[in-house]
């Protein structure tokens, strides 16, 4: 089979291209109206605006295009094979030579080189407009608290800066409270000069109270310096633990390069970095898993050719690649219960759905 691409790969790449466009572009609409929704309920709240809310939907866009991208694929591959054949325009091309395999090649070119943009930009843009999103709506809701970056969270409350190097929600007997990791208050006198700095293993907030653990507080006197070792401090601040659990970076919104940070640092001091490895591995799997997921559906917008009813094709193909999205699911739980290897997980749904795949090309050729 020759690779090098003829007017037909071009003409069909272009077809399935323009559709993935349009269908991607209303999910993606769609998603962002729904967002701007949601954000109106919290018009209020500090200085919060609807200009606020436009401008952190409007950050989050890329991540969303990303999100949305796999299934305006499986969708618009479809809608696109599927329009060739209504006007029999696949029947023609299949007559002058050319085979399912090369027109389901021609899809997939056209998709891969979408899948790499979308991958680009999610590492790139995606990552940091999410970032910039999150300390528009924090700074806006509170005047304390800043985004949360690699380095870690950083918020201020007067002369007060604290800075966390990690954190996440726990929840116990039906409590739920904020946890930082690695703490340090840096204190600063009204004249600008360091007056104090407090390094804490946690610091957790119960009932709007602030409680440091194992502190080592450092006291800047004007010609000495003391150190105190404390199991537990109150830190009296008003500091909101719903804002600030807001600006820690979430992993499934972070960069490749800053997941594999993120482990790195976890594994290295001991604390779990499954749910960081999960979506560091699903990144990897991202330009496979779409792939699989349109072969696999492909099959069944060649049906019509012989037995028509187009419409019906179109469900049972994206109802078949939707049912990858629940198998992905599935071993992803798997792996996280019993502690087998995230790249397992995500590897083996693809290599399923292509084996189907290519049963069911086998199946239908003519």
Not at 239 to 259: C, G, N, Q, V
């Amino acid at each position: 089979m020759r690779l090098r691409p003829n007017l037909h790969d071009l003409y069909v790449g272009r077809v399935v291209l323009v559709t993935v466009l349009l269908v991607w572009s209303v999910l993606v609409g769609l998603d962002v109206i729904n967002a701007i929704s949601s954000e109106l309920n919290d018009l209020g709240k500090g200085s919060y605006t609807f200009g606020h809310a436009v401008a952190f939907v409007a950050y989050t866009i890329p991540r969303r295009a990303y999100m949305m991208f796999p299934t305006a694929a499986v969708i618009g591959a479809l809608m696109g094979l599927g329009q060739l054949a209504a006007s029999s325009e696949l029947i023609a091309l299949r007559a002058v030579g050319l085979s399912r395999r090369r027109l389901s090649l021609s899809v997939a070119i056209t998709l891969a080189l979408l899948t790499g943009l979308m991958v680009f930009g999610m590492e790139t843009v995606g990552s940091w407009g999410q970032t910039q999103a999150d300390r528009v709506r924090t700074s806006a809701i509170t005047n304390n608290a800043a985004a949360a970056t690699y380095s870690g969270l950083w918020a201020r409350e007067g002369n007060v800066f604290l800075n966390a190097q990690g954190g996440e929600k726990k929840v116990q007997d039906g409590r739920e409270w904020l946890q930082l990791r690695d703490v340090r208050l840096y204190e600063l006198a009204d004249d600008g000069r360091l007056a104090a700095i407090s390094h804490a293993t946690t610091a957790e907030n119960f009932d709007d109270k602030w409680v440091l653990k194992n502190v080592l507080r450092t006291t800047f006197n004007a010609r000495s310096v003391t150190q105190q070792q404390l199991l537990g401090m109150r830190w009296e601040s008003d500091l909101d633990p719903a804002a600030l659990a807001d600006t820690i970076a979430k992993p499934r919104y972070m960069a490749a390069t800053d997941l594999a940070r993120s482990i790195e640092y976890r594994q290295r001091n001991g604390l779990d970095a499954r749910e960081y490895e999960e979506v560091y591995w699903g990144r990897w799997f991202y330009p496979l898993n779409v792939l699989a997921l349109c072969l696999a559906a492909i099959p069944f917008a060649f049906g019509s050719l012989r037995s028509g009813g187009l419409g019906k094709q179109l469900f049972l193909g994206i109802l078949f690649a939707l049912s990858f999205w629940l198998m992905q699911t599935l071993f992803s739980r798997l792996a996280g219960a019993f502690k087998f290897d995230y790249w397992i997980a995500y590897l083996l749904p693809p290599l399923v759905m292509l084996t189907v795949s290519a049963w069911l090309f086998k199946r239908r050729s003519s």
